[in-house]
């Protein structure tokens, strides 16, 4: 069910033509990326910040 919900946003992110861009700052997500993840929100550095936090909060 979250992947279809993924899914849907990233479909509606191409019809608004804001598929590629970060959520966090804006900034173009790399095309490695969103091969890689195509319903990645967050660019390399954003997901890598946010993953400290994470690791910062729960440990």
Known sequence: RKLIKKIDSTLELIENNDYGY????GVEIGIRRLEARPTATLCVD??????????????
Request: aromatic share 0%; hydrophobic share 30%.
């Open 22 to 25: 970060c959520d966090a700052c």
């Open 46 to 59: 954003c997901k890598t910040l946010a993953e400290i936090k994470e690791k910062q909060i729960g440990g």
